[in-house]
């Protein structure tokens, strides 16, 4: 692996960690890639079902008082 540091002098080792880092262009593998899309994917479909959850919770609530059960036979009700 080859730093471009200080100089731009191209050396086999470097030892100047995140100061070499943020001066060489690194890019993500395609593992990486692919890892991170997971990570992604996952935590949308987790808003998503947090907001199914809190949406039927919440008509639940607003809808608890309203909620009337007929007897079967009235009022069209099979």
Not at 21 to 44: D, E, P, R, S
Request: overall charge positive; hydrophobic content about 45%.
């Amino acid at each position: 692996m080859f730093c471009k540091c200080k100089d731009l002098r191209v050396t086999r080792t470097c030892s100047h960690g995140t100061e070499c880092a943020a001066k060489v262009n690194m890019h993500a593998t395609f593992f990486q890639k692919v890892i991170l899309c997971a990570i992604a994917a996952f935590f949308a479909a987790a808003l998503i079902e947090w907001g199914k959850v809190f949406v039927v919770g919440a008509d639940d609530a607003l809808n608890k008082g309203y909620q009337h059960r007929s007897p079967v036979g009235v009022s069209g009700n099979p």
